[in-house]
């Protein structure tokens, strides 16, 4: 069964950094697009950053431009999410995703989810 596992988060102080982690098991992610998404309390889920099989193509929601940065390793069949000066909006839980295709921008088209991890971010 095709499993996403997230860890990394936690909680941290505005202006701090964390960083998620996303082991993919009984699967070969290298063919597939990755993303992470998050939800906020209240708030619609939100496609925060995609990165594409090669690792060459990344695509990054405005808010979190030049303080996030996706990163995979296929070899370990795992993804990862470095966030830098996060901010008290950066809240949420952090989903990890598979897509069904090599470059994948919409949630729509991711069809494996991890059960999430929480981000927290105070002021």
């Known amino acids: 069964q095709v499993k996403l596992v997230e860890s990394g988060g936690g909680s941290v102080q505005a202006g701090g950094s964390v960083r998620l982690s996303c082991a993919a098991s009984q699967l070969d992610i290298e063919y597939y697009s990755m993303g992470w998404f998050r939800q906020a309390p209240g708030r619609a889920r939100e496609g925060v950053v995609c990165i594409n099989t090669s690792g060459r193509s990344t695509y990054y929601v405005d808010s979190v431009k030049g303080r996030f940065t996706i990163s995979r390793d296929n070899a370990k069949n795992t993804v990862y999410l470095n966030m830098n000066n996060l901010r008290t909006e950066d809240t949420a839980i952090y989903y990890c995703?598979?897509?069904?295709?090599?470059?994948?921008?919409?949630?729509?088209?991711?069809?494996?989810w991890g059960q999430g991890t929480q981000v927290t971010v105070s002021s």
């Open positions: 995703a598979k897509s069904v295709f090599s470059y994948s921008r919409s949630a729509g088209q991711y069809d494996y």
